[in-house]
C-alpha cells in the first residue's frame, strides 16, 4: 500500500498535504506553488493540460478551458444550478444519456469526474514527485453542502484518478481539524467557508477530544467566481458605454476581463485602489486596436459585492438558528476559504458574530491540513483510539408523497450515520417490482429537490396485491452518502434491487399514474464511470409512494447495519487519540 494524503480540492484551486513525522506539510507543485488551479484544458496541438498550463492556455484557447467544473459535479443537466452556471462559464455543456452534464472540449467529451480525476491525477503526481514515494490512498473534502450525488462523483473521481478515497469529509470540518490541531479546546465554533465556488458554515462543538457538527449549510453557487462576475460585468458595460462594442459576445475577451477581475478583486483586499488594462482586447470599425483601461477601487468592487456577502451572512444566521444557538453563544468564528480575505467579508463577519475572526487558521491550507490528518489517521494502524468526529447530514433525503411533496426519511442536521426502514407493498396482483424514488434537499416539494435517482426492487414473488411487503433499509453512512437493500418481510430473502439511470421524464410536480411504458435499459454514459450500484448517483422514473405504509413499530431492520456505523465508526475511534498525541508533538516543536 502506498501513501495517503489530504487533498481539498477547490473550485479554483486545490491543494494536497501529508502529515510526515506527526507535522502537517503541505505538497509543493512545479515553481514552488502550493495550490494548483483547478483548471483543464485542451491546447492547439491536442494536448491536456491542468492547473497552471491550463490556466494560462485559458486567454489563447478559452473554449477549450474547462474552469470551476467543482460547480457542475453531480449535478443534473436540466437543474437550475446549470442554467445559472451557463450565465457565468462559457464552455461547452452537453446532456448525456442520464441526464448527466458532460463537457466538450474541442472534439472530444468528458465526465465532470473524468475532469476532476485529471486535476486529482495531476496532485497525485506532484505528491509522488515530491516525496519520492507511490500514492495511492487520500481522504478528498467537500463543501459540506454538497448533496449525495456531488459526493459520490468526487468518490469517482478519486477512484478515476487511481486513487482509494479513505473518506470524502466536509471543509469546514476539516478546518476545525486543522484548528484544533495542538490544542485542547472546549469551544464552540463557527467556520465560514467562502472559497472560490462554494459557501459553507458550520458550528461545531469541541469537547476535549469530541469534535461534534451541530449544523451545517451553505450555498454550492455562492463564492470568488461570483464576486469576479460582478467586477467583470461592470467593466464589460463600462466598456460598451465608452466604445459602444459589447465584448460579452467575444470568448477571448470575456476570459481576459474575468482573469483581470479577479486579479483586480485580490489586489482590492490590501489596496483601496487598483487599474485593470487589457491592450488590444478589441478593433473599432476601422480596424483600430482597442484597450480596456478602468480604474477600480475597494468601494466600488464593495459596491457590486455587497449583495453576495449579504447573502452569506443570511445563510449564518439561519444555521446559528438550526444549530439553536447565537452569535454571543460562538467562543471562536474562523474563516476559511481565499474570498474570505476580503475586507468586507471579515467586518461582516466579525459584525455579525460580535468577535473578530480568529487568525489561529490558514485560509487557504486548513482544509488540506485536516484532509491530511484524517488521511493519516485512517492509513495509519499505529493511532490511539479515543476522539470522536461526529458529522451531519446538510439537507433533508426523502422520497415523493402522491401529492409532490417530499416523505422526509432524514431531516437536515441528522447526526450520522443512520438508518431507517420503510415497507412497500405491491399494488397490482402478481406485481414483479417497485420503483422508488428519492430526493434530496431542503423543499416540502420533490420538484425543487436534486432527484438523487430511482431504485427498482424486482424479482418479487407472484402473489395477489398488497400481499409482498418488501422492507426497504436506508443506511446513509457516516459521509452522508445513502445506501439501500431490501428484503421480502414474510420470506426473509433479499431482494434485488438496482438504480435506475434516465431521465426524469415522469416530471416531480404531478401526482404519477402507474405507466405501463416500457422502461429501456440505460445506455452508458460515453466515458462510463464506476458509480457504486448500490448507492444513489442518477435519476429516473417511478411512482412507488411508500409513505402509504406505515412503518413497523418496532422491526429489526432486515439488513444488519455493522456495529461500527450504528455507534461510532471504526475510525473515528482510532482517529482522535492519535490527533491528539499529534497535535501535542506539532505545538511542542
Ligand atoms: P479557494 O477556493 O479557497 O482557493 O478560494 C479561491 C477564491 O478566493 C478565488 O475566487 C480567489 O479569487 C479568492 N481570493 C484569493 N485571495 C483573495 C484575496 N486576497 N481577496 C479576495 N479574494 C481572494
Redesign the pocket.
Given at each position: 500500500m502506498g501513501r495517503a494524503i489530504g487533498i481539498d480540492l477547490?473550485?479554483?484551486?486545490s491543494c494536497a498535504a501529508i502529515i510526515e513525522n506527526g507535522n502537517p506539510r503541505l505538497i509543493t507543485y512545479k515553481g514552488g506553488a502550493k495550490?494548483i488551479p483547478s483548471v483543464f484544458a485542451i491546447d492547439k496541438f491536442g494536448n491536456r493540460l491542468v492547473g497552471e498550463e491550463a490556466k494560462r492556455d485559458a486567454a489563447l484557447n478559452p473554449n477549450s478551458t474547462v474552469e470551476a467544473a467543482k460547480r457542475l459535479i453531480g449535478r443534473s443537466f436540466g437543474s437550475q444550478a446549470i442554467k445559472k452556471f451557463t450565465q457565468v462559464f462559457t464552455y461547452e455543456l452537453m446532456e448525456g444519456e442520464a441526464s448527466e452534464v458532460l463537457i466538450k472540449v474541442k472534439d472530444q467529451v468528458f465526465t465532470l469526474e473524468q475532469i476532476s480525476a485529471a486535476i486529482l491525477r495531476r496532485i497525485k503526481e506532484s505528491a509522488e514527485e515530491a516525496l519520492d514515494e507511490e500514492i495511492d490512498q487520500a481522504v478528498i473534502t467537500v463543501p459540506a453542502y454538497f448533496n449525495d450525488r456531488q459526493r459520490q462523483a468526487v468518490r469517482s473521481a478519486g477512484k478515476l484518478a487511481g486513487l482509494k478515497v479513505l473518506r470524502v469529509l466536509n471543509e469546514p470540518t476539516a478546518a476545525a481539524l486543522a484548528y484544533g490541531l495542538g490544542r485542547t479546546l472546549n469551544q464552540r465554533v463557527a467556520i465560514y467557508d467562502l472559497?472560490?465556488g462554494t459557501f459553507d458554515i458550520s458550528i461545531i462543538d469541541i469537547k476535549d477530544k469530541i469534535f461534534e457538527v451541530i449544523a451545517t449549510g451553505g450555498d454550492t453557487f455562492l463564492?470568488?467566481?461570483d464576486?469576479?462576475d460582478r467586477l467583470m460585468q461592470h467593466l464589460l458595460h463600462e466598456f460598451l458605454e465608452e466604445h459602444d462594442i459589447d465584448l460579452s459576445y467575444d470568448r477571448r475577451a470575456v476570459t481576459m476581463v474575468r482573469a483581470a477581475s479577479?486579479e483586480a478583486?485580490?489586489q482590492l483586499?490590501s489596496v483601496m485602489e487598483t487599474r485593470v488594462q487589457l491592450t488590444g482586447i478589441a478593433e473599432d470599425e476601422d480596424g483600430k486596436s482597442l484597450d480596456l483601461d478602468q480604474v477600480v477601487t475597494r468601494q466600488l468592487l464593495e459596491k457590486l459585492t455587497h449583495e453576495l456577502v449579504d447573502r452569506s451572512v443570511a445563510t449564518c444566521e439561519k444555521i446559528l438558528r438550526e444549530a439553536g444557538t447565537s452569535p454571543d453563544k460562538i467562543d471562536e468564528i474562523l474563516l476559511v476559504?481565499?474570498?474570505s480575505?476580503?475586507p468586507l467579508v471579515r467586518k461582516r463577519v466579525a459584525d455579525f458574530i460580535g468577535k473578530a475572526p480568529s487568525r489561529k487558521v490558514h485560509?487557504?491550507e486548513a482544509v488540506g491540513i485536516g484532509a491530511a490528518i484524517m488521511a493519516h489517521s485512517l492509513s495509519s494502524k499505529a493511532g490511539p483510539q479515543d476522539m470522536t468526529l461526529l458529522d451531519v447530514l446538510p439537507m433533508a433525503i426523502g422520497i415523493n408523497k402522491a401529492d409532490g411533496t417530499m416523505h422526509v426519511l432524514f431531516g437536515k442536521n441528522q447526526p450520522l450515520p443512520d438508518y431507517k426502514t420503510r415497507t412497500l407493498t405491491t399494488s397490482k396482483d402478481n406485481q414483479r417490482s417497485i420503483m422508488l424514488k428519492i430526493y434530496q434537499g431542503e423543499s416540502k416539494y420533490v420538484a425543487e429537490n436534486e432527484l438523487l435517482g430511482t431504485f427498482v426492487f424486482s424479482g418479487l414473488r407472484a402473489a395477489p396485491r398488497g400481499q409482498v411487503k418488501i422492507e426497504v433499509t436506508f443506511h446513509i453512512d457516516s459521509e452522508g452518502i445513502l445506501n439501500l437493500s431490501a428484503r421480502d418481510r414474510d420470506t426473509g430473502s433479499l431482494v434485488e434491487s438496482r438504480l435506475k439511470l434516465g431521465k426524469d421524464e415522469t416530471g416531480a410536480t404531478r401526482p404519477k399514474k402507474r405507466r405501463k411504458k416500457k422502461v429501456e435499459p440505460p445506455k452508458p454514459p460515453p466515458m462510463p464511470l464506476n458509480m457504486p450500484s448500490s448507492s444513489l448517483a442518477a435519476k429516473a422514473a417511478g411512482d412507488q409512494d411508500p409513505s402509504d405504509e406505515p412503518e413497523p413499530k418496532s422491526a429489526p431492520p432486515p439488513t444488519p447495519i455493522p456495529e461500527s456505523d450504528r455507534e461510532l465508526p471504526a475510525e473515528r475511534k482510532g482517529f482522535f487519540a492519535w490527533l491528539w498525541s499529534l497535535l501535542f508533538g506539532w505545538m511542542s516543536r
Open positions: 477547490g473550485t479554483t484551486n495550490t472559497g472560490g463564492g470568488g467566481v464576486f469576479d479577479e478583486k485580490i483586499s476559504g481565499g474570498q480575505r476580503m485560509p487557504d
